[in-house]
C-alpha cells in the first residue's frame, strides 16, 4: 500500500470517529456529569465514614487516606481511560442500544 492510500484511509477513518451527533454528544455529557457529581458528592461522606471504620485516626491520617483514595481514582482514571481507547481503536466500536 503506498504512503498516500495510507494516509487517505487513516484521515478517512478518523473523520468518521470524529464525528458526534447531538444525540452522542447528550449521553457522553450526560455520564461525564453523573460521573463527577458522584465523585464530588461522596467526597465529603469519606471522613465521617473513615471515622467510623477507624475512630483512632487523627485528622493528618484520614487526610492522608482521602489524598491516597482521591489519587488512587484518579490515577485509574489517567491509565483507564486511555487503555480502554486503545482497546476500543483495535477491537472496533460497536453499538450497544439506540
Do not use: C
Amino acid at each position: 500500500m503506498s504512503p498516500t492510500i495510507a494516509r487517505e484511509s487513516i484521515v478517512s477513518q478518523s473523520a468518521e470517529i470524529a464525528l458526534l451527533g447531538p444525540l452522542q454528544l447528550a449521553w457522553l455529557a450526560a455520564a461525564v456529569f453523573v460521573v463527577s457529581a458522584g465523585y464530588g458528592a461522596l467526597m465529603p461522606l469519606l471522613t465521617s465514614w473513615l471515622n467510623q471504620i477507624e475512630p483512632d485516626l487523627t485528622g493528618a491520617e484520614i487526610a492522608r487516606h482521602i489524598g491516597l483514595l482521591s489519587g488512587a481514582y484518579t490515577a485509574g482514571v489517567l491509565i483507564g481511560a486511555p487503555s480502554w481507547g486503545v482497546f476500543s481503536d483495535k477491537v472496533g466500536q460497536v453499538r450497544i442500544s439506540y
